[in-house]
């Protein structure tokens, strides 16, 4: 098999159909599409073809696809429209909302979303997620790990309550090497506040564009993530041996990381940090729901 995976090119959502074909075993391409007008997405939720609202290189579609896969509502219609074209099975790794959900093959749907019973929906837990150890980092002693992300429409990170956060844990794991690492989301603020304390190994993407997530999961004993990120979250439950603890920031209340948070916490994936640890180190294989995709 070969799969087509349309990438909005937001890598959070990327990442969710690269692990979807890994975890299959089959080969995969990647068409990025970008919108050619402002209401292009509007747009593709009608019945126009969606190939006349984006813009992608046409180089590898003289191939053929058994199945086309994406993540992200901007790219559900390009998925059915190309599906169609190659007779190819159709995979929506997240709910699509606005469109009919019977049109596609498979849809891998989080049980935050609350999804309707449908016999082509499979609900998880967490996004999908794939990781192997990037080597990074290699810790010389115990270890513990922190993942900063940065502000969404629901949550605010804050300054001040991160580095109280940050100061309670280095002292609570005095005599452990610790590793910290930002993201692309993380504000100039936070990163100049990460910057000025001291860690054992540091990563301000920023000014270093690396992933160490995948070293920190396989390697730590800990691993503490701000609550802002899905994808994040769901790669540190996704393999590895560290407990996952979350810290907590300033959100809007119910809102679909609130309702993950509490769902994976029910299933002992992870811990809501409240000064004290605990073992939460539930992984999920998601092996086995990529082999229940209807292909």
């Known amino acids: 098999m070969r799969v087509l995976i349309i990438s909005d090119g937001k890598n959070g959502h990327l ?79 997240m709910l699509p909302k606005g469109f009919v959900y019977d049109r596609f093959d498979t849809i891998f749907a989080q049980a935050h979303d609350n999804p309707p019973a449908r016999s082509n929906i499979i609900i998880t837990p967490a996004n999908f997620a794939y990781i192997q150890p990037q080597g990074f980092y290699t810790p010389t002693k115990q270890s513990i790990a922190i993942i900063v992300g940065g502000d969404n429409k629901h949550i605010k990170l804050t300054k001040s309550l991160l580095t109280s956060q940050l100061q309670q844990i280095k002292q609570q794991f005095s005599g452990y090497e610790i590793a910290i690492t930002t993201s692309p989301r993380t504000s100039q603020d936070i990163s100049d506040m990460i910057g000025s304390m001291e860690f054992d190994y540091s990563v301000i993407y920023a000014k270093n564009p690396i992933n160490p997530i995948s070293d920190f999961v396989c390697k730590c004993e800990y691993v503490f993530i701000t609550q802002d990120s899905t994808s994040m979250i769901s790669e540190a439950i996704s393999c590895g041996r560290a407990c996952v603890e979350i810290l907590t920031a300033n959100s809007t209340q119910d809102n679909k990381y609130t309702q993950m948070l509490q769902q994976l916490s029910s299933q002992n994936y992870i811990h809501i940090y409240d000064s004290k640890v605990s073992n939460a180190n539930a992984k999920i294989d998601f092996a086995t729901y990529a082999k229940k995709a209807i292909l």
């Open 15 to 93: 990442n969710q159909s690269i692990a979807f074909a890994k975890y299959i075993k089959s080969k995969y391409d990647i068409l990025t599409i970008k919108p050619k007008y402002a209401i292009s997405k509007v747009l593709s939720y009608t019945p126009l073809s969606s190939k006349k609202l984006f813009e992608y290189d046409t180089k590898i579609l003289d191939l053929d696809y058994d199945i086309v896969v994406g993540s992200g509502s901007s790219t559900y219609a390009m998925v059915l429209e190309f599906a169609k074209d190659y007779s190819a099975k159709s995979v929506a790794m």
